[in-house]
């Protein structure tokens, strides 16, 4: 069983920053694969960004540049960091470890003047 938590979301300018932190419960985080989906209203769940266990990262073409995934494996933490925030960022958030059936309860980014 792994429980993740969301936060760090808000209401933010075009063009302007905020980090997302998912913390994660369980002895095996430094083992996950662990990524950042996002669902904006009327679409589906996207993949936004991926870290693997040694730190190795992927990220969807929308975000290449803008956005930085990385890990604490210490603190059982992903983050990501999202600069130059767009309004089509905008979506609830989510932490997923791969090839399981968890998922946090997600974060609400609005990116709007």
């Known amino acids: 069983q792994v429980q993740l938590v969301e936060s760090g979301g808000g209401l933010v300018q075009p063009g302007g920053s905020l980090r997302l932190s998912c913390a994660a419960s369980?002895?095996?985080?430094?083992?996950?694969?662990m990524g950042w989906y996002r669902q904006a209203p009327g679409k589906q769940r996207e993949l936004v960004a991926r870290?693997?266990?040694?730190?190795?990262?992927i990220y969807t073409d929308s975000v290449k540049g803008r956005f930085t995934v990385s890990r604490d494996n210490a603190k059982n933490t992903v983050y990501l960091q999202m600069n130059s925030l767009k309004p089509d960022d905008t979506a609830v958030y989510y932490c997923?470890?791969?090839?399981?059936?968890?998922w946090g309860q997600g974060t609400q980014v609005t990116v709007s003047a």
């Open positions: 997923h470890p791969d090839s399981t059936p968890f």
């Open positions: 870290i693997t266990a040694g730190g190795s990262t």
């Open positions: 369980g002895s095996i985080f430094s083992l996950l694969v």
